[in-house]
């Protein structure tokens, strides 16, 4: 699919602040991460959501739990959905898309939400840009989880289910990971080919 990167990077002349459409300012308190073109939320932010607050300013919430099957399984924030293929990500957002009642946002998060999350983050709003004209947007709000799911179930256990932590490398799993991971690469190689032989086109 190329770089998806710089879907993030179009505001640069101090629209930094605004969502992804720049009609209005982030609803929930954002922080600064690893990731400089991307929102963060802390899990004390999130757990407010989960228990009702900031209903004054967001009507609907999306939690994406980017981490593979037996991760999620083995433990997860309480209403997230398991989407960690960028499929699953087109036919959950993109498929059938609904007008929100009000703001919607979109949360997303993997185990320390370094990689998996931030990758999954980026290919819905480019997804978005995709299938609307520019600068309208379905998904305009879009954060990561500060920590991951890591930090929010050492903090918050009482709100995932069931309460446990199953790390990614864990050694119980280590075949259904390699199953993952090598499907992942599979699905990369696919994209790759696909745009390389790609009929040209002609004016």
């Keep these: 699919m190329g770089d998806i990167s710089p879907v993030f990077k179009e505001a640069e002349d101090g629209s930094d602040d605004l969502i992804g459409d720049f009609s209005k300012s982030y609803s929930l308190p954002v922080e600064r991460g690893n990731h400089?073109?991307?929102?963060?939320?802390?899990?004390?932010?999130?757990?407010?959501?989960l228990g009702r607050g900031y209903t004054d300013v967001v009507q609907t919430y999306h939690l994406v739990d980017c981490r593979y099957p037996y991760e999620y399984a083995g433990g997860h924030i309480k209403g997230s959905q398991n989407l960690y293929r960028e499929d699953q990500i087109s036919e959950y957002f993109l498929k059938s898309p609904l007008p929100p009642l009000g703001r919607r946002v979109v949360i997303?998060?993997?185990?320390?939400?370094?990689?998996?999350?931030?990758?999954?983050?980026?290919?819905?709003?480019?997804?978005?840009?995709?299938?609307?004209?520019?600068?309208?947007?379905?998904?305009?709000?879009?954060?990561?989880?500060?920590?991951?799911?890591?930090?929010?179930?050492?903090?918050?256990?009482?709100?995932?289910?069931?309460?446990?932590?199953?790390?990614?490398?864990?050694?119980?799993?280590?075949?259904?990971?390699?199953?993952?991971?090598?499907?992942?690469?599979?699905?990369?190689?696919?994209?790759?080919?696909?745009?390389?032989?790609?009929?040209?086109?002609?004016?």
């Design 108 to 203: 997303f998060h993997c185990e320390f939400s370094s990689e998996r999350a931030p990758k999954l983050c980026r290919i819905l709003r480019n997804l978005d840009r995709k299938a609307n004209l520019y600068p309208h947007l379905y998904y305009p709000e879009l954060y990561l989880l500060k920590g991951g799911y890591k930090e929010f179930y050492e903090t918050f256990k009482h709100l995932c289910e069931p309460q446990g932590y199953v790390k990614m490398v864990q050694k119980d799993f280590r075949d259904q990971l390699k199953k993952y991971q090598k499907k992942k690469n599979n699905l990369s190689g696919q994209r790759i080919r696909k745009e390389l032989f790609k009929p040209l086109t002609t004016s």
């Design 36 to 49: 400089q073109d991307l929102k963060y939320i802390t899990c004390n932010t999130l757990a407010r959501l």
